[in-house]
């Protein structure tokens, strides 16, 4: 019910504003928020070599600065991906670039990766103490500048690992956002191989600096053929990469184009996204075969397709599209479901 009339004030501004407008007011009701949903810790799950409160999570994109860990954290997520953060400040796309498509109950999305740049992320994240001191796992996620050719990618991503290697309890690489121009090509076998190399040395090399080993996960997109699922699979494999986030937004329109903004450019999220991110999640747990932890996302607007997204061979599930249209209350059905269905499993012995 309180979601219910917060909702009406969201909706009655655009997209962009009410996406502010909600992390200020998280922020001013922090002190109070655990009153939304089951604590942290209530269906713990071990992948990557972490513990995991409960399998539930918040995808990178609503907290791109870093600065609103703590707020967010109080609404039980078990854990929470900040970002994504480029090397250098840059604004992202022109407004508006963000839409609502209620009817559909989805988003579509053109922000291009607005980050604050390192410096300031990193000052933000260290800031936010008590989500971590809680239980909870940070993730945070790292891309590219938009104006570094595509050929010199791996600098960003390299420097934007180094930065956050310690203030993360994994990071990552994504490769599959549709704003950022030539961003996915980097999901191709060759790129995607030369990518992961690089990134594997740095971080053999930060491990070896700081006595510490800071799992990397990769996020692709919907939009992948179905064949080359079997040959990312590989290279996650062959490279050491610890999870596989499957998947961002989709530049597919499996809409009526009478939705008002069905039309806008961008990545498109909700619920029309959710059939095929868990046919994604389902053919990468089909070809890993446990080899490689899955963290499923895209779609979930409800309790079951949380289960659904685990039972497709997900270990972990995060939301986004869901809480601007369900509210806070989504974390608490997410967990309830999974616990209910028994479908929450942590890493076989010996995968971390």
């Given amino acids: 019910m309180l979601y219910r009339l917060a909702r009406l004030l969201l909706f009655s501004v655009d ?15 922090q002190p109070v928020g655990r009153f939304f949903t089951k604590p942290i810790g209530s269906l713990p799950v071990r992948i990557m070599g972490l513990s995991f409160g409960n399998p539930v999570g918040l ?42 498509l ?25 800031r936010q103490k008590s989500f971590r001191a809680s239980g909870g796992v940070l993730g945070l996620n790292i891309g590219k500048n938009a104006h570094t050719p595509i050929e ?27 704003n950022t121009k030539d961003l996915r090509s980097l999901q191709s076998a060759g790129q995607l191989a030369a990518l992961l190399t690089g990134l594997t040395d740095e971080r053999k090399r930060l491990e070896d600096q700081h006595d510490k080993r800071v799992p990397l996960a990769v996020k692709i997109a919907p939009d992948v053929s179905d064949d080359s699922i079997p040959e990312i699979a590989d290279a996650l494999v062959a490279h050491g990469i610890d999870a596989v986030i499957a998947t961002n937004t989709t530049v597919m329109r499996n809409i009526p184009k009478t939705h008002k903004h069905a039309g806008e450019a961008g990545g498109l999220s909700g619920a029309p996204l959710a059939a095929r991110a868990t046919q994604v999640v389902h053919l990468l747990s089909r070809h890993l075969q446990g080899a490689v932890p899955i963290i499923g996302v895209g779609g979930i607007m ?5 289960v659904e997204k685990m039972q497709a061979g997900a270990s972990l599930v995060q939301l986004y599209t869901g809480l601007v249209y369900a509210g806070p209350g989504l974390v608490a059905d997410c967990v309830n479901a999974i616990r209910q269905n028994g479908c929450a499993v942590s890493s076989p012995p010996g995968l971390t």
Wanted: aromatic share 8%.
């Fill in 15 to 29: 997209a962009e504003s009410a996406h502010d407008l909600a992390l200020a007011g998280l922020q001013r009701a």
């Fill in 59 to 100: 995808a990178a994109g609503l907290d791109k600065t870093g600065a609103h860990i703590d707020s967010l954290g109080s609404l039980g997520f078990g854990f929470i991906e900040a970002g994504t953060v480029t090397p250098r400040p840059q604004p992202g796309n022109p407004k508006p670039r963000m839409f609502r």
């Fill in 102 to 126: 209620i009817g559909a109950r989805a988003i579509i999305n053109r922000m291009g990766f607005n980050s604050p740049g390192l410096a300031p992320f990193i000052d933000n994240v260290r």
């Fill in 152 to 178: 010199h990618a791996l600098e960003d991503y390299r420097a934007c690992l180094r930065d956050v290697y310690c203030e993360a309890d994994y990071v990552a690489v994504n490769v599959s956002s549709p």
């Fill in 302 to 306: 409800h309790g079951t397709d949380a």
